[in-house]
């Protein structure tokens, strides 16, 4: 089964709006990390939070990381058309391997 | 070549056919991926590989093997294609020693009929 799952699959708002999805997780992680996809594309990085990191901020980002609930959000801020996208969280699992497992992300669409 | 290259871009295969997908990155990464994407699944993780020389098996590896050869190329092979097979596949990378970001390649749409 999947490490990561988001929450929810999908999400439609205004543009101007403010687009919180979230990620739950399973095993204690060294890192959990937001990337997303437009349609068609390989997926990009977006931010990264490390575990022992509560919040973290990057333009109009903002990543929460809970530990003790194995959990994850991300706050996309004044959303734009060109926010349309999926969103994926991946974790990174504290062990000594370096595998990165992903979710099946959070479909994000922002109507003009 | 400027990060991570996959080949083909896509490719019609008859059932039972051998296919070799291909993954080469240029940014000296040690771990590298290969995920498939199926809708409403997300990514799933095939293999994985931490360094050159070494591999292991993710969530979904049956039906395909992996090798890594070398630092920067990376192949997946379907021995025996099936239509489950019938997936965009990605290749991805990243750097282990500060377990960062990965970096990820613009994927293979692969069918199987």
């Known amino acids: 089964s999947q490490q990561g799952e988001e929450d929810p699959q999908a999400l439609s708002i205004q543009e101007g709006e403010n687009a919180t999805m979230n990620c739950s997780y399973k095993?204690?992680?060294?890192?959990l990390q937001w990337y997303r996809q437009n349609s068609g594309r390989g997926l990009v990085h977006l931010i990264l939070?490390?575990?022992?990191?509560r919040e973290k901020h990057s333009g109009r980002l903002r990543v929460t990381l809970d530990t003790s609930k194995k959990s994850s959000s991300l706050l996309i801020t004044a959303s734009r058309a060109a926010d349309t996208a999926s969103y994926f969280c991946a974790t990174d699992a504290k062990s000594n391997d370096y595998k990165l497992s992903f979710g099946a992300g959070t479909t994000v669409t922002v109507r003009a | 070549i400027a990060g991570i290259t996959q080949a083909p871009t896509s490719q019609i295969l008859a059932a039972g056919r051998r296919m070799t997908l291909r993954c080469t990155q240029d940014m000296r990464h040690n771990a590298m991926y290969w995920y498939r994407q199926d809708l409403g699944l997300g990514l799933r993780l095939i293999h994985y590989?931490?360094?050159?020389?070494?591999?292991g098996k993710g969530e979904v590896p049956d039906g395909y093997s992996v090798s890594r050869a070398n630092t920067d190329d990376f192949p997946l092979t379907l021995a025996s294609a099936v239509p489950s097979q019938t997936s965009v596949y990605f290749c991805?990378?990243?750097?282990?020693?500060?377990?960062?970001?990965?970096?990820f390649g613009q994927g293979t749409r692969l069918t199987v009929v």
């Open positions: 939070i490390r575990s022992n990191e």
């Open positions: 991805a990378s990243r750097t282990t020693g500060e377990r960062g970001e990965a970096f």
């Open positions: 590989s931490n360094t050159a020389g070494t591999t």
């Open positions: 095993t204690s992680i060294n890192n």
